[in-house]
C-alpha cells in the first residue's frame, strides 16, 4: 500500500451504484471537498473521462466488466468490497478540519481500521480543527517573516509543546 493525500478539486472522480453502499462514498468524497459524478446507471461503453472510479452496490456480473472497461481506459477503480477488483482501497477516515488521520489495513479488514479509526477519534477530538487552523495561520505567517522550514518544524514543536496538546 502506498499512503497519499489528493487533492479532490483536481480531480474527475465517480461513483457508479445506486444503494447505501454508494450514497455512502458519495457522501465521503463530498467530505473530502470533492464533486463526484454519480453513475446510478452506467455501463462499460459510456464512462466519462475520469481519474478514480468507485463502484458500488452493483452485482459482479455488473462490475467486472465495468472495472476492467475503466481499468482499459487508464481510470483507477475501488469496486466495493471486492479486493480483486480493485486497484486502490480506502482508509478509515477521521477529520477533524484540515487534520486527516486515515487507518487502512490494505483491505484485509476494514472493520478493524475503523475500530482503530474510532479509537484515534477519543484522542483527537473536534477542538484539533481550531488548534490546527490557529497552528496553520502561525505556519504562515513563520514563512512570511522568512523562517526556513527546520524552523517552521521547531518553531511547531514548541507552540505544541508549550499547549500541551500531545503531552
Do not use: H, K, Y
Not at 3 to 14: E, K, S
Not at 90 to 112: F, H, K, M, Q
Not at 123 to 146: I, T, V
Amino acid at each position: 500500500m502506498l499512503p497519499i493525500t489528493l487533492d479532490p478539486t483536481r480531480l474527475r472522480l465517480a461513483v457508479a451504484g445506486d444503494g447505501p453502499a454508494a450514497a455512502r462514498r458519495v457522501a465521503l468524497l463530498r467530505a473530502a471537498g470533492a464533486a463526484p459524478l454519480v453513475l446510478a446507471d452506467v455501463g462499460a461503453g459510456v464512462l466519462p473521462a475520469l481519474d478514480f472510479l468507485w463502484i458500488a452496490d452493483l452485482a459482479p456480473e455488473q462490475a467486472a466488466p465495468l472495472a476492467a472497461a475503466a481499468r482499459a481506459r487508464g481510470i483507477l477503480v475501488n469496486v466495493e468490497d471486492q479486493p480483486a477488483l480493485c486497484d486502490f482501497r480506502n482508509a478509515a477516515e477521521l477529520r477533524r478540519g484540515d487534520l486527516l488521520i486515515a487507518v487502512s489495513t490494505g483491505g484485509a479488514s476494514p472493520g478493524l481500521a475503523g475500530m482503530i479509526r474510532d479509537r484515534i477519534g477519543a484522542l483527537f477530538g473536534p477542538e484539533w480543527a481550531e488548534r490546527l487552523a490557529g497552528l496553520g495561520a502561525r505556519r504562515r505567517a513563520w514563512r512570511a517573516a522568512g523562517q526556513d522550514l527546520p524552523a517552521v518544524v521547531q518553531a511547531t514543536r514548541d507552540a505544541v509543546s508549550a499547549e500541551g496538546w500531545l503531552a
